[in-house]
């Protein structure tokens, strides 16, 4: 079996990244703002084609490295399998994309409209509360519509908050622009089954090196 390089690994974080970042802010009050920056912001690196520089940077990733080093060890408990769950239903929809032309047109000249406006991406709250709304609006305009239909589930108090909402939703998207980059770097869902040392070897040396 041929062994994950850095870029299929850093797809693979970016889109368990995105799928812990949903868990997380469907949960609690708590999560990594740092995380959802920089997978906020992959979503406009149109013209980058390395996942390095989609993200930012292997840091762009680190929560998702770190989760594919964590879970890839060990069996899942029920928030693991639902967190697979969220990046197994991220993946196919980004293959649903793959053959919608007309809805893929509208939701990159959109992005390209929020380059101009958002981009170069400082951490900045105001600016990613503002960023994450737009993005959230795209989403529920194109993606949403699309079966299956990703269900999130956690706490009602959290998911009935609109900034919560634009959050878990610019996640979600993140996660399906990380879905089909890593199936063009050759990522298969039967590589999560038979493949785990391998990405976990990979996911060490990155982090390391």
Known sequence: MPKPDNEQTLALAGMLQSAVLVNQLARTADWDRSALHDSTFSLLRLEETSAE???GGYFGVDL???S??????????????????YAA??????????????????????????????LPGQEDDDRDIELQAALAGLYSRT????????????DP????????VSRVRTALFSGIRAGFLWH???GRRW????????????????MTG
């Open 184 to 186: 063009h770097l050759g």
């Open 53 to 55: 520089k989609i993200f």
């Open 157 to 164: 108090g959290h998911l009935q908050d609109p900034d919560t």
């Open 191 to 206: 590589h999560l089954l038979f493949n785990r040392r391998g990405y976990i070897r990979r996911a060490n040396l990155i």
């Open 64 to 66: 998702g490295l770190r």
């Open 68 to 85: 594919i080093i964590k879970f890839f060890a060990a069996k899942p408990d029920n928030d693991v399998r639902e967190i697979y769950n």
């Open 89 to 118: 239903a991220a993946h196919q929809l980004s293959l649903k994309l793959l053959k919608m032309q007309r809805t893929s047109d509208v939701i990159h000249n959109e992005l390209v409209e929020f380059q101009s406006r958002f």
């Open 143 to 154: 993606i949403s519509y699309l079966t299956p239909r990703i269900i999130v589930h956690g």
